[in-house]
């Protein structure tokens, strides 16, 4: 259900909801909720008090303004859209809040901020409403919307409470029940899951009182994301104590919020290479090239995701390893193929990887130096192909096996061509050309290539065009696509 938000009302206009509510036995935003159904369904009339309840002040025409108010809440109403309580706490961890009311308002979640005192030094309600589009709360006795209890509404017409940045003064507040202001009030009179991010010194966090407050919550069934390693705000200070990441707090509401998924790959083990390989020139340069490794760790996360055991070897990269996953980190091309003929045997494969395709024949002992007769010469010798030894295998072949083709010219005949070259069932084809900005980025463009036929024809591959995506949409997709042909096959 979609939260509603009553604000900007007359004093009659208050009065007939208090009055009518009573007389019903209802809340004033059940009273809401009823006016609405009469009105989406055609009533053309307001709906009339019940008789035990007292008609608004005659001078005050209640009607009109009543009207409007939930003509204007019947959209809200109809979105469905899942809601989130935001409580930012007082810490420098703050900021990132308003990066998080971002980030949940693209994965289409409505929400309402809660600033404590604490917190305003930090942001603004301003700012936070600017961002959320609805308005900002920050005291337990505001006039304008504790006249039917506030607080329950926010702590109810949820469906879940995040605390971004839960401080140690706030944790302690909720282990030990207190409800002195809005925040606290808030999480005590809930009935809502609850989503902590906790953001304080490292000493702070491994202080025993705050040992003990973590382990209640915990009991009490408070989910946690974080905190993480790092730099602290303070100078010279490092430690577990980072507030978890925008983006790593909205994936954790989305994983709470949204219901149960099919996991059409329960069962499945599912072998996955991501990222670029370095191959060393000397002890300090490498031949190297730009890719970020994110394709390949959203379609790890989707994989696991859907239910398969994953496993992602990866070249060097700056992402977290995805949750569940396991993870296993390698330098060059050589070790890439080793640890993926190690984790075989696998149901599907998917060589995601930009693979170096040359390395230095006698890699330097030493730094090598300018000399004055020029750059040393460098013979280069050609890297084992990964996707082509596995998809060749005699024994141990997964039954699927994906490559990926990136290419900046004659996309669809190069990876058609690579299809038949490297003998793999499917290649997921994308241009990184700079201008696509592709390498790096967030957007991928793709085009899937299949082989129909057992025997390997340029002229039986499909190919089949995807929009614009998001590289975690591009995974989900194809994740899907894996999944229905594994169950057609069987």
């Known amino acids: ?207 025993a009182a705050t040992r003990r407050n973590v382990l209640q919550l915990r009991r009490d069934g408070v989910i946690m994301i974080g905190p993480n390693a790092g730099e602290m705000a303070e100078a010279n200070e490092a430690g577990v104590g980072r507030m978890a990441e925008a983006v790593e707090i909205a994936a954790a509401a989305v994983d709470i919020l949204r219901p149960p998924q099919p996991r059409p790959l329960l069962g499945k083990r599912v072998l996955i290479t991501a990222g670029p390989t370095h191959e060393p020139i000397d002890p300090v340069r490498y031949i190297a090239n730009r890719s970020s490794g994110k394709q390949g760790f959203a379609i790890a996360a989707a994989a696991r995701a859907a239910g398969a055991d994953v496993t992602l070897v990866s070249g060097p990269v700056e992402l977290r390893d995805p949750a569940g996953v396991t993870v296993i980190r390698v330098e060059s091309a050589r070790d890439m193929l080793h640890r993926v003929e190690a984790a075989l045997p696998a149901d599907i494969a998917i060589f995601a990887a930009a693979v170096a395709d040359w390395r230095v024949a006698n890699e330097g002992e030493q730094k090598l130096k300018k000399t004055s007769s020029g750059m040393p010469p460098l013979q280069l010798v050609e890297n084992p192909d990964i996707l082509a030894t596995i998809s060749k295998l005699t024994d141990k072949r997964p039954p699927l096996v994906i490559g990926f083709a990136a290419e900046t010219e004659h996309l669809i005949e190069n990876a058609k061509a690579k299809i038949a070259r490297k003998g793999c069932d499917w290649i997921v084809a994308n241009d990184v050309s700079p201008a696509t900005g592709v390498m790096g980025g967030d957007r991928n463009t793709v085009h899937l290539l299949q082989r129909e036929a057992e025997e390997i024809n340029v002229d039986s591959i499909q190919v089949e065009s995807w929009p614009v995506m998001t590289k975690e949409q591009v995974a989900t997709e194809l994740v899907a696509r894996i999944a229905k042909s594994l169950g057609k096959n069987s």
């Open 1 to 207: 259900m979609a939260s509603l938000t009553i604000r900007k009302l007359d004093d009659a206009v208050k009065t007939y909801l208090r009055l009518r509510s009573a007389g019903n036995g209802r809340s004033v935003e059940e009273e809401v909720r009823v006016i609405l159904g009469d009105l989406i369904q055609g009533h053309a009339e307001f709906p009339a008090p019940s008789p035990a309840a007292a008609s608004p002040p005659a001078e005050a025409p209640a009607r009109p303004a009543a009207r409007a108010l939930v003509h204007g809440l019947a959209h809200g109403l109809a979105t469905g859209q899942a809601g989130v309580t935001l409580i930012i706490g007082g810490g420098i961890a703050a900021f990132k809040s308003l990066e998080l009311i971002r980030r949940l308002k693209e994965r289409h979640i409505d929400v309402r901020c809660v600033l404590t005192k604490a917190a305003q030094q930090f942001v603004t309600p301003l700012s936070a409403s600017a961002l959320a589009h609805e308005r900002v709360y920050t005291d337990l006795f505001d006039p304008e919307s504790e006249f039917d209890a506030g607080h329950i509404r926010l702590a109810r017409d949820c469906d879940l409470i995040v605390v971004a940045p839960a401080t140690a003064d706030l944790m302690a507040k909720m282990a030990h029940g207190h409800a002195d202001d809005l925040a606290s009030a808030i999480l005590l009179a809930t009935n809502r899951p609850i989503l902590l991010a906790p953001a304080m010194n490292p000493l702070m966090w491994n202080n």
